[in-house]
Every structure is written in structure tokens, then in C-alpha cells.
């Protein structure tokens, strides 16, 4: 069964035609260019820094964005966590820390618990206490809410 989020991003990446920024490396616009079945087959072919930053350039430089990336991000599960941790740490932009902070409920729902990853939860939980707007702010505490308190997908991350 295809979960619901999944299926909204495979739609939205179906039904949307894509822009790429001028800055968006040449390989990844051929990545994004691709279906998405075949995107999630290629995306696993790069390093997890590299995954990282593919998502933001398909956050940042795609219209709409093609979230579908973070759905691909999250399904590595633990190992990717430092570098989303790191990434969300460094981050100002409200609307990028939206767009990290999902990739954690997608991993907390589909992949493995986060629920007991302690630093996980803080770090969100202190994000989101310095994110200024406020449609954000509350998108974003929705999910940490849903990871606090929801058993999540798996065992624990």
C-alpha cells in the first residue's frame, strides 16, 4: 500500500513541471528531470552529503518543490541524521527549517522511531523556538508534536 504522503508527492512531481534555478548543477537537473520512480533509484546512487544538498536544491530550485527528495532522504534513516541535524543547525531560513523538519517526520513515520532520539527531538524543538514565521512555526510543531508523541513507523532509528 502506498502511504498517503507518498502519494502526494509522487503526484505533485506527476502533475507539475519543473524550473531549475540557474545555480542547480547540470546532474541534478537531469535528476530532476527524471520520472520519479527512476529519481528514487538514481538519489540512492549518491553519497548522503550529496542527498542532503540535492534535497535543498529541489526545495530551493524547483517549482513547486520537489519534495519527493526528502521522501527519498528520509528513507536512510539513522545514518543520514547527523548530517540533517548539522544541516538544521546551521540553517536560517524558516522555510528551509520547514523543509529539513519534515524530512524528520517523514523519517518518524515511515522509516523508524524517532520519538526517543533525545538530541533529535531538542534540536527541532529549538529550531522551531527561533523560527520567526509563524505558518511555519506552527506546520513545524505540528510534526514535532507527531513525533513526540506518536509511536512512529518502526523500531526505534
Request: some cysteine.
Amino acid at each position: 500500500m502506498i502511504k498517503p504522503t507518498l502519494l502526494l508527492t509522487i503526484a505533485m512531481a506527476a502533475f507539475s513541471v519543473m524550473q531549475c534555478g540557474n545555480h542547480t548543477p547540470p546532474e541534478y537537473r537531469r535528476l530532476f528531470a527524471l520520472p520519479v520512480q527512476q529519481q528514487a533509484l538514481e538519489f540512492k546512487k549518491y553519497p548522503l552529503d550529496q542527498q542532503l544538498d540535492i534535497y535543498v536544491h529541489a526545495i530551493e530550485d524547483v517549482e513547486p518543490p520537489a519534495t519527493q527528495f526528502g521522501t527519498f532522504l528520509a528513507a536512510n534513516g539513522k545514518k543520514v541524521i547527523p548530517l540533517l541535524l548539522n544541516k538544521l543547525k546551521e540553517e536560517k531560513s524558516d522555510r528551509r527549517r520547514f523543509y529539513l523538519i519534515a524530512v524528520f517526520y517523514q523519517m518518524h513515520t515511515e522509516h523508524c522511531s524517532l520519538k526517543d532520539e533525545r538530541e533529535v527531538v531538542e534540536t527541532i524543538s529549538a529550531v522551531i523556538r527561533e523560527m520567526k514565521d509563524s505558518t511555519y512555526r506552527g506546520l513545524c510543531e505540528v510534526y514535532l508534536k507527531a513525533i513526540r508523541e506518536q509511536p512512529g513507523a518502526g523500531p526505534p532509528c
